[in-house]
């Protein structure tokens, strides 16, 4: 086979023409792509001290969500939903389509040669029989890409695969901050359940001695009925955060994908040192155009721009070749012994586009009408990137105040129910005003357990839109966009 494929070759003296030809399409009549200037401010406002809140230089999305995540329970739920979430499984899936896709295109640039052996044997009508036999290589209605149009469709399918690798990289980085708050929203709603818990124990005290001083003439009915509310509105709260946890762990369970042990749940919620790494906030909103989501609009603006020069290159000549050579003989074993005779064709042929409806035009039309749709979706994709951090350092900036004040509030809350109760107890105060002390208490215990969660969830989230997590999550795509 070797032997005749040498023979093959040696008698194939325009093949290397058409190679030759194949160089010819190495530029497109695509537009010169620039980056658009940043439609939002260079800076932030409302940034945190990067002092007090023991921030570096380091970008975030340079710090990996493994070093980020500090609660082991946690970061073992992560790993767990990024092996089995089906709807990033999906993403991921869409991203090898895009990547055969790609391939597809990129194969119509170069020609399909194509080897055959055939054998032809006919008896004439005065009886003669003849026999050949043909072995030829060639290639078939190639499109000579001298004006980029098939470069222009290759580039633009490249750039579309692309944006659906970066928006597989920015499902990853949404579903860790989903992880995350999930995780968070379900301790939260354990430590909700658990402070019902406490105040139904100690409401039911209260009521135990509001019926041993009704029994002795001390207090009223009117006392009895009042010290029931709480205990009531608190036995109340406990089915309701009962069934928000069970919900939770139903939410966690879809995300994850799989079943996980209990044992990675928190039932109260950590302290934001033992949870996550603090966050390193950059100072220029530059670093957004690191962000997956931004580089997939961007990707796809790209592809748009590239599609311009295919439609630009589809009012010019298409010049095509169709070329085969081989060796002939009317003895088969002359084919692989070099005693055949070389055969060869060569058809080339030339359309130029006269009219056609104006589907060119439209065609052109169509592809500047997106490439403006993609612009405007890159800069929107910028803008609301910019405005998510924003928000994020917005509540970053004044969340600490806010903690403060509620851990206060807590302490004062629960010193004036002390307070109250040995003042009832003691028969000094009236237990109403023990019983309005103990409610300031539990709303005032709940509201700090809220806040907490917002500030460990704002850590998440400031994490998240700064583009964190992308050190870890490398993928194949640039040895694919360098072939490119």
């Excluded at 439609?39 to 570096?56: I, M, R």
Aim: one cysteine or more; aromatic letters at 6%.
């Amino acid at each position: 086979m070797i032997r005749l494929s040498m023979n093959m070759m040696r008698s194939a003296r325009l093949l290397p023409i058409a190679g030759a030809l194949i160089l010819a399409g190495c530029s497109t009549l695509a537009p010169d792509y620039a980056r658009t200037d940043l439609p939002v401010p260079n800076e932030w406002q409302d940034q945190p001290n990067a002092q007090a809140q023991g921030l570096s230089t380091e970008q975030a999305m340079q710090v990996p969500w493994k070093d980020f995540i500090k609660d082991p329970r946690l970061a073992q739920m992560i790993e767990l939903a990024l092996n089995s979430n089906r709807s990033l499984r999906e993403t991921l899936a869409d991203v090898e389509s895009a990547r055969a896709t790609y391939r597809i295109q990129k194969a119509d640039f170069y020609p399909q040669i194509d080897a055959g052996l055939s054998g032809t044997r006919t008896k004439s009508s005065i009886g003669d029989i003849s026999t050949t036999y043909e072995a030829e290589a060639g290639l078939s209605s190639y499109e000579i890409d001298l004006f980029g149009k098939n470069r222009s469709l290759t580039d633009a399918q490249m750039e579309a695969y692309l944006a659906s690798a970066e928006t597989a990289k920015a499902a990853k980085i949404t579903l860790i901050g989903e992880i995350a708050n999930a995780w968070l929203t379900l301790a939260a709603d354990s430590n909700l359940l658990s402070l019902a818990e406490e105040t139904t124990a100690n409401a039911q005290k209260t009521m135990d001695i509001t019926n041993k001083r009704l029994e002795l003439g001390v207090d009223s009915r009117i006392d009895v009925a009042s010290a029931e509310t709480i205990y009531y509105s608190a036995r109340s709260d406990i089915a309701s955060f009962t069934t928000q946890v069970s919900q939770d762990k139903n939410a966690l369970r879809l995300l994850v994908g799989e079943q996980f042990d209990d044992s990675l749940i928190a039932t109260a919620l950590p302290k934001s040192e033992t949870l996550v790494t603090d966050v390193p906030a950059s100072l220029s909103s530059t670093v957004l155009l690191e962000r997956p989501d931004v580089l997939s609009a961007e990707h796809n603006l790209k592809s748009a721009n590239a599609n311009i020069g295919a439609a630009r290159a589809a009012f010019f000549p298409t010049l095509s070749l169709t070329a085969t050579g081989g060796l002939a003989s009317s003895v088969l074993s002359d084919i692989f012994t070099g005693g055949a005779s070389s055969i060869w064709t060569i058809a080339p042929s030339i359309t130029l586009p006269i009219f056609n409806g104006g589907a060119n035009d439209a065609n052109l039309a169509y592809s500047e009408a997106q490439q403006k749709k993609y612009l405007a979706a890159y800069e929107y994709a910028i803008q609301s990137a910019f405005s998510e951090v924003a928000d994020t350092l917005a509540r970053r900036a004044t969340i600490q105040d806010q903690l403060d004040a509620q851990e206060a509030l807590v302490t004062a809350a629960s010193r004036s129910y002390d307070l109250s109760l040995a003042r009832y107890e003691g028969g000094v105060d009236s237990f109403q005003n023990a019983l309005e002390a103990q409610r300031t208490m539990y709303s005032a215990k709940q509201s700090f357990i809220t806040t907490r969660r917002i500030d460990l969830d704002n850590r998440i989230t400031l994490y998240r839109v700064l583009g964190g997590g992308l050190a870890d999550l490398s993928s194949d795509i640039n040895s694919e966009q360098d072939a490119g």
